[in-house]
């Protein structure tokens, strides 16, 4: 059986069947009788444009994109942190043995802040907060509820700690970076994506390398501890830089694959 519309108000449908009967309903009731494929592809356009419940392809397109990277990041996140108490000798220089995990966060709060903007961005970050002491207090509620090997608490005692220092660092950093991101992008209108991520990047991590060495390895000033400071915020800036390709990456695929820019496309060749 063929349905089509008839007419229609803002919150009423008339529709025939091809055996001549007519049906009012409105475009809520359409979709929950599951009746849309019913209709032809105009139709079906306008029944969900007229649904207040329904989720439009662009929606849902930004839903898969928006829970994608913040899962990337969180992972990312995840899993560097708890590598990060060992250390690594890379290009003569020692660096939490997470290193090459934990920048990769770089890239994801770069595309969520060029995609989706500022609000977004603050979302990811204080998310990602929220998860880090969530973990802490879970992981900590672990260590002193049940008898564990020592092998077990050499792995796991440090996580609790860690897990803190990086909640604040989050807030403090990623949120500096976002704001720097956010003030570059709206005062200085030609700023290149690639600057934009270079120049927020660099003052975020300033802020999260010094406090997350500090506090994790201790906060007395000596030589040691500053040439580990930079050391590790050379090498992030230095890979940040090198990751800026698949920044770019990443916003071309969502921005070409977009459904709305392909509906502009079609009806500018129209």
Partial sequence: MKLKIV??????ILYESDKGVRLHASADDLLKKNVLLMFDSKDRALIRELSTGYISQKDEYDFFWIGGLFAFYLVFLLLAIPMSPDTVHIFHTAQPAGIL????TFIILDSV????Q????????CMAAVVMVMASA???ITLNIFTLSDAYLSVFGKLPKLYLVNALCLLLADQTNNLIFRSLRYRLAR???WLRCIVSTSCGQITYTIVWISLFFGTSVSTGLISRIIDNYGFKIVYAA??????????????????QHREEAASASS
Avoid: G, M, W
């Fill in 191 to 193: 700023c290149p994506l």
């Fill in 118 to 125: 500022y609000r977004y961005a603050r979302q990811l970050t």
């Fill in 7 to 12: 007419k229609h108000t803002s919150d009423s």
């Fill in 242 to 259: 090198c990751l800026i390709p698949v920044t770019y990456a990443i916003v071309a695929v969502y921005r070409s694959r977009k459904p």
């Fill in 101 to 104: 995990i934990f920048p990769l």
């Fill in 138 to 140: 879970l992981v900590y």
């Fill in 113 to 116: 802040n060029e995609i989706f």
